[in-house]
């Protein structure tokens, strides 16, 4: 089992910066990959990267790219999206999510609760 909470969003203008943070825990070596997944209202959720947990072998959403970006602390056991440029559609609740079975991107088994994330001014 692995828990994770996201922590970071908030409230920022168009065109600013923001960085989300997931703390993981539990059995966290097991840990294939490692997601960020956001949902607007109305909408489904949609991927917003996913990587390897070694770090390597990362993909974005196409809408992100050269905007986003993802890194994590091994000491902290801590993931982060930063996310520049931000604009009013990427507004949402934002979530981590993992994997311990190699079930690929689309087979996110462990999700955290979200944080939002609202752009506007």
């Known amino acids: 089992q692995v828990q994770l909470v996201e922590s970071g969003g908030g409230l920022v203008q168009p065109g600013g910066s923001l960085r989300l943070s997931c703390a993981a825990s539990?059995?966290?070596?097991?840990?294939?990959?490692m997601g960020w997944y956001r949902q607007a209202v109305g909408k489904e959720r949609e991927r917003i990267s996913c990587?390897?947990?070694?770090?390597?072998?990362?993909t974005y959403a196409d809408p992100v790219k050269g905007r986003f970006s993802v890194s994590r602390d091994v000491a902290k056991s801590t993931a982060y999206l930063q996310m520049n440029s931000l604009k009013p559609e990427y507004t949402g609740v934002y979530y981590c999510?993992?994997?311990?079975?190699?079930?690929?991107?689309?087979?996110?088994?462990?999700w955290g609760k979200g944080t939002l994330v609202t752009v506007s001014s």
């Open positions: 999510a993992a994997e311990l079975y190699n079930s690929g991107c689309n087979g996110m088994a462990f």
């Open positions: 539990g059995s966290i070596f097991s840990i294939v990959r």
């Open positions: 990587s390897l947990s070694s770090g390597r072998r990362t």
